[in-house]
């Protein structure tokens, strides 16, 4: 399936939303503005959204003047926020406008778009404005780490790695191949094995592993997509550490699709999950593409029809 076909099988509860009042903020420095030109892109987002009967303010900006107009969207006569950027801009909105009323719209410009390949926006501009246009909200999942929320995925060590690698890879054609050895030489370059406890729903379990992945709700579409966003579950998957030849094998099979049938990697599904890594009080852990040290144990809930979501019509498949 490609990367801008909808996968979502059943769609979140819809929500009444009039989109009368838009605020729009774009990232000037995301490489789709620096490509087209900021400008250019302002007025043909003013074209195609501000439609007769709508307010629409759009706003392009960089730096802390965009950190700061994400942070302070949450509060404002709008009824919605369009965001233009990449992840770090999406995951600021979604915590911004947690326990508003707002509805968050996503204008997909950064590099993974993470969300956005979720809910089948499209990643060409013209493309996603005009998707943006039909769209109609609906309320889905957040999961919170550490009382923090995020949007899609949470983990350590080699997952974390191949997924980044994962959509660096599926955009080359003749060298893919090539690509998925090197990623998964560089992933398990940079991973260790780690003694994980692992406690989901109150049960216990303990592993061997290279990494531990969290994501909201279950990846069942093709590759690491999830075919629904409002199930309220969390799922966490585990690479087992069973030798370097192995954990190839599953930065391969991560890549290629084929995680699901590998014996080495372990997913279970829950609404709490607690993560505590032997001997170590704090870990790296990427959260939708952003790096933090977080404290230990890694606490995941699932806060289930937290956020309202744009989401553009159902595309054929």
């Not at 979502?8 to 729009?24: Q, R």
């Not at 707002?102 to 060409?124: C, F, R, S, V, Y």
């Not at 919170?144 to 080359?172: P, Y």
């Not at 032997?278 to 289930?304: A, C, F, Q």
Request: no cysteine; hydrophobic share 45%; proline share 4%.
């Amino acid at each position: 399936m490609p990367p801008t076909a909808r996968v979502i099988d059943a769609d979140p509860a819809p929500v009444a939303h009039t989109l009368n009042h838009v605020l729009v903020l774009l990232n000037a420095r995301a490489g789709t503005l620096l490509d087209r030109g900021g400008e250019e892109v302002r007025k043909l987002v003013e074209r195609e959204l501000g439609k007769e009967g709508r307010t629409l303010d759009v706003h392009l900006l960089s730096g802390k003047n965009l950190l700061r107009a994400i942070r302070q969207s949450g509060r404002g006569a709008h009824d919605t926020v369009i965001v233009g950027g990449g992840d770090g801009s999406v995951s600021l909105a979604v915590t911004s406008l947690d326990g508003s009323d707002k509805t968050l719209g996503i204008l997909p410009l950064g590099t993974l778009n993470l969300l956005a390949h979720d809910i089948g926006m499209p990643m060409e501009l013209d493309a996603a404005l005009a998707a943006l246009d039909e769209a109609q909200p609906a309320t889905v999942d957040l999961a919170t780490l550490n009382g923090k929320l995020f949007h899609t995925i949470s983990g350590m060590g080699f997952f974390s790695q191949m997924a980044r690698a994962r959509e660096a890879a599926r955009k080359l054609k003749l060298w893919r191949f090539f690509a998925v050895a090197l990623a998964a030489f560089y992933a398990i370059r940079r991973s260790g094995r780690m003694e994980l406890d692992i406690t989901i729903d109150g049960t216990s379990h303990s592993y061997s592993a290279f990494a531990a992945l969290v994501s909201v709700n279950r990846f069942t579409g093709p590759g690491w997509r999830r075919a629904r966003l409002d199930e309220g579950l969390l799922e966490i998957h585990i690479a087992e550490d069973r030798g370097a030849l192995a954990l190839l094998k599953a930065g391969a099979d991560m890549v290629t699709d084929n995680w699901r049938d590998n014996p080495g990697i372990v997913s279970l599904s829950g609404r709490a999950i607690t993560v505590t890594r032997h001997n170590r009080s704090r870990s790296w852990v990427s959260t939708d593409g952003e790096l933090d040290r977080e404290t230990m144990p890694l606490n995941y809930k699932i806060n289930p029809a937290a956020l309202r979501l744009l989401m553009p019509p159902r595309a054929s498949t």
